[in-house]
């Protein structure tokens, strides 16, 4: 069973960021938006994810990196309550999600994409933005079936919304397309606006620059610090890409076999021993 | 309107459209008396297909899960159905045929419907394969409780057995008779009330996938997990869309039951539950219009081709492979894309002219 | 001793069930299908061993080796032909074909065999019984508890000594690692399949010779609840299909004479649901996890 969180506050912090930090609202005596105490997870004896510790301030961009298997999709897994973790906990805006679901942890305020895209295939662009705006736009069942007014006000609402969102990596053209038949790099970006749909706090990036081109990159590299300035949200995302994770990450946290080994700016991370062997070790292997 | 809308607000009228094209020519042809005396008793059963396929469609095409117990919703229908129309008439003596019908389809489906609920609480924890198995095991289940069941009325009063006639007080008229199942039923289903069913399942189930929560009901059948990251709660809407089937199939099993003058359960065996999924297999997971076409058109045939009765269930396990591997199989799904593209430009080419009328099929 | 004649029955229908069951784990486990036609196999079995008994004069020996055979080859032909098209579908899809091979597998028997119950050769392993004190156990019983241990030990050392046995555990485990290791996972599916089915004919024969009216339906409610055995052992686990075969059948014959007839399948079927509720992964089954 979970072991209840200590009282203490986590001593190993993110926060106070780096110097070049330009929103001045992240501060220390604010309650972060998210912070783990000790979070980890055992399948079969095996700790994929062990001691984990992490505090992200209100607008912060954090990246979390390690090498394959290092247990960073399994992160987001915990923080998104796909798994219960075996000790330790996870705070959303000071609440523990202790014994919560999936969809009690997105009402919370967490949003993520995923590393092998989960769109919804059969279901226009569109409309998988609408599933993104479920809890903020609603109408009950009986009004949806009986068509009352209310129905089509708040599906003009939603449609609008969904619009608005898509402006963001200017997909508005693909609207009535699939979204099983969109592009690779198009679906990626289709998760994000669906996750922010949900009107995060917090958005959880698994590998948003896989498969694209350097170009798409840096494009999307904006697009994240676009977000984030316009939502006045968190974002944590994992990244294999360190060019982006090093441009627009202003807290870095490393993760090898399960354990943070080092946490810090994108230079003290550059700079730190630990990091440089869990990468050329993993270069040897490969 | 965006094209999407556009495309659904066609397909919708054309699924109307043909409905309600197809019942007045069927009326004017009665009336005419132009009609052979089998297909006419065709007509009822045929609308309670109709919507056992809809319905089913809601939980196959739109949510996602295999229901092998849809026969099962609909036998509660049927012997609902007959206890209170056989009820109203002995204890109230409610003589008009049709508020007895529409009150007797109105307790079938409400009882379907509690059945739904408490089925679904266990059923939709489960999933998959593990889902389809014990949807199959509840429609046994029912069926080999049913067969035990003896329901009599007396004196304005329902009197239950259960297992044992025995405990029923002496001199109640049978109603529901074990083994032999509804007894005494006076038949009272009217083709204009199937019509009418029709209507309303097609509001129910169309007008549901349309709105919010039937695309939360499509996006836990794209992808649970995803479904969930987004705050949708994935039972809950299985649950609409599996309750929702679940009261559709008890009135359509009011309306079959009391179109004749006995129930019996080997009427709503695991067999009847199959032909409920071919009728759906063959119109289109998720294809409303297709599974009124095809459950109309596999109702008729038998009866209208003697050779097709013999083969039937032959003709439908061979169906139900050949669909499932064209639809499914990357190889052969792309050949059947590339034989249907001329078509679909001319459809494309025609939407112009087609978009005005109804009554296209 | 009624009590002991019910246990003894129903250790014999359950092995009969734990030997059913074998093909859907197996299959199960494997596959990661859920062969709804298995029950029909079984059909198709019996009637091919009631043919070699009645109508060619084969002696039974030989009659359940033709079987064997038979359903074996009918085995890999429906993996070939209807499930192998389907690997990468979705499990609706796949489940929808297998009910339709039911039905295909069904009506051809009924085409070929007809409508009318066959009776099968009683004299055939069911002749004798043995008298222990005031019990009466037949033959057909006894052989059937033997040849279920039989199986049972013997596919445990196939599937942990022999090189096709070690494949297939590992094809179970996961299909990509194993194919990038060398296995021939399209092969190792086709060797379940030929395993599962030719158990499948022995478990025809075994029920025939115990229930012997046999009929182009005779498999599909045995196959059904042969999968809940399965289930309530674990799927893909081998004893657990043998431990969960043997409950079910006593639960089965216990329910009958101490509950209801009529409600034996109720019975059957309500354990599966409390199973499936309580512990889904079943008695000696591993909890399963979905990849995020």
């Known amino acids: 069973m979970t072991q209840k969180p200590k009282k203490h506050r986590s001593d190993t912090k993110m926060v106070p960021v780096p110097s070049h930090s330009i929103i001045p609202e992240r501060d220390v005596d604010e309650i972060p938006v998210m912070e783990t105490r000790h979070l980890g997870i055992e399948f079969g004896g095996l700790k994929a994810v062990d001691d984990f510790n992490l505090t992200i301030g209100k607008t912060e961009i954090a990246g979390l990196i390690g090498p394959n298997g290092a247990g960073k999709t399994t992160v987001f897994n915990l923080l998104t309550k796909v798994y219960e973790p075996t000790t330790g906990a996870v705070l959303i805006n000071g609440q523990d999600l202790h014994g919560m679901s999936i969809v009690q942890a997105s009402r919370l305020g967490i949003a993520r994409t995923f590393q092998n895209i989960r769109l919804f295939d059969k279901m226009t662009v569109e409309e998988n933005v609408r599933i993104g705006l479920h809890n903020q736009i609603r109408y009950d069942m009986f009004t949806g079936i009986l068509r009352l007014p209310r129905y089509w006000k708040q599906e003009k609402r939603q449609h609008e919304r969904a619009m608005e969102l898509l402006d963001i990596f200017g997909m508005q053209d693909l609207a009535d397309e699939t979204a099983g038949s969109l592009p690779y790099g198009a679906q990626r970006r289709l998760e994000i606006v669906r996750a922010l749909a949900t009107d995060p706090k917090l958005l959880l990036l698994d590998e948003p620059a896989a498969g694209m081109n350097p170009h798409e990159t840096e494009e999307l590299m904006e697009n994240i610090a676009k977000i984030r300035d316009q939502f006045q949200i968190a974002i944590l995302l994992i990244e294999h890409d360190m060019s982006l994770v090093m441009g627009v990450c202003e807290g870095i946290c490393v993760l090898n076999f399960g354990k943070v080994i080092a946490k810090g700016t994108a230079d003290e991370i550059q700079a730190n021993p630990a990091v440089i062997e869990a990468y050329l070790g993993k270069k040897k292997e490969g | 309107m965006t094209k999407a809308k556009r495309k659904r607000l066609i397909y919708n009228l054309v699924t109307f459209g043909l409905v309600i094209v197809a019942f007045i020519i069927l009326e004017n042809m009665i009336s005419a008396k132009a009609i052979s005396r089998s297909l006419k008793g065709q007509l009822v059963p045929i609308c309670a297909w109709i919507i056992m396929a809809v319905s089913l469609n809601l939980v196959i095409g739109f949510s996602g899960e295999l229901s092998l117990g849809h026969a099962g919703f609909m036998s509660i229908g049927a012997y609902t159905g007959a206890v209170v129309s056989g009820w109203l008439l002995s204890a109230f003596d409610m003589q008009d045929p049709l508020l007895r019908l529409v009150l007797a389809i109105l307790a079938g489906g409400i009882l379907a419907g509690i059945f739904g609920v408490l089925i679904g609480i266990p059923v939709l924890r489960l999933r998959g394969d593990y889902l389809a198995i014990v949807t199959l095991a509840f429609g046994e289940i029912i069926r080999n409780l049913v067969n035990v069941l003896y329901i009599g009325t007396a004196n304005g009063k329902l009197h239950f057995a259960f297992l044992n006639k025995e405990k029923l007080p002496a001199g109640v008229t049978m109603l529901v008779d074990g083994a032999k199942g509804a007894v005494k039923i006076k038949p009272i289903s009217t083709f204009e009330v199937g019509f009418v069913l029709i209507l309303i399942t097609l509001i129910v189930v169309l007008n549901l996938v349309n709105s919010r929560a039937g695309r939360a009901i499509q996006a836990t059948r794209d992808n649970r997990i995803a479904a969930e990251s987004m705050g949708v709660s994935v039972t809950k809407y299985k649950m609409m869309a599996f309750v929702t089937a679940a009261v559709l199939a008890g009135m359509a099993g009011a309306l079959y039951g009391l179109n004749s003058s006995t129930v019996v359960p080997t009427q709503f065996t695991f067999n009847q539950s199959i032909n409920v999924l071919v009728f759906v297999v063959l119109g289109g997971l998720g294809n409303v219009l297709g599974s009124i076409i095809s459950a109309t058109f596999l109702t008729i045939l038998p009866e209208v081709l003697r050779e097709f009765a013999d083969y039937r269930m032959l003709v439908y396990a061979v169906v139900l492979i050949l669909v499932m591997i064209f639809t499914n199989n990357p190889t052969t799904r792309a050949f059947v894309n590339r034989l249907a593209s001329p078509a679909k430009k001319l459809v494309r080419k025609n939407r112009g002219e087609t978009a005005g009328g109804g009554d296209v099929k | ?292």
């Open chain 3, 1 to 292: 001793m009624i009590f002991l004649d019910h246990l003894i029955n129903g250790l014999s229908l359950g092995s009969i069930y734990a030997i059913i069951a074998l093909g859907y784990t197996m299959v199960y486990g494997i596959a990661k299908m859920l062969n709804f036609a298995h029950g029909d196999v079984i059909m198709v079995g019996a009637y091919i061993a009631f043919c070699g008994l009645q109508y060619w004069g084969f002696p039974p020996v030989l009659a359940i080796l033709v079987a064997m055979v038979a359903c074996t080859i009918l085995g890999i032909t429906i993996e070939g032909l209807a499930y192998r098209p389907l690997r990468q579908a979705a499990s609706l899809a796949v489940l929808i074909t297998a009910i339709g091979v039911s039905y295909l597998l069904q009506n051809i028997a009924l085409m070929i065999w007809g409508a009318n119950p066959k009776s099968f050769p009683t004299t055939f392993i069911n002749g004798s019984s043995i008298r222990l004190g005031q019990l009466n156990i037949s033959t057909a019983t006894i052989i059937t508890i033997l040849a279920n241990v039989v199986i049972m030990v013997g596919l445990t050392l196939f599937t942990s000594k022999t090189k096709l046995g070690k494949a297939m555990r590992c094809v179970s485990e996961d299909r990509g690692a194993a194919e990038l290791m060398g296995i021939n996972v399209n092969r190792t599916i086709s060797l379940t399949f030929a395993i599962g089915s030719a158990l499948a004919a022995i478990a025809g024969i075994l029920l025939c010779s115990s229930y012997p009216i046999l009929q182009p339906t005779t498999g599909s409610m045995p196959g059904i609840k042969a999968f809940t055995a399965a289930v309530f052992g674990g799927i893909g686990s081998i004893p657990g299909a043998m431990l969960g075969g043997i409950l079910l059948g006593v639960i089965e014959i216990f329910g009958k004479a101490y509950i209801s007839t009529e409600l034996g399948d109720a019975i059957v079927f309500a354990v599966l649901i409390i199973v499936l509720l309580v512990k889904p992964a079943g008695l000696l089954g591993k909890p399963m996890r979905e990849k995020v």
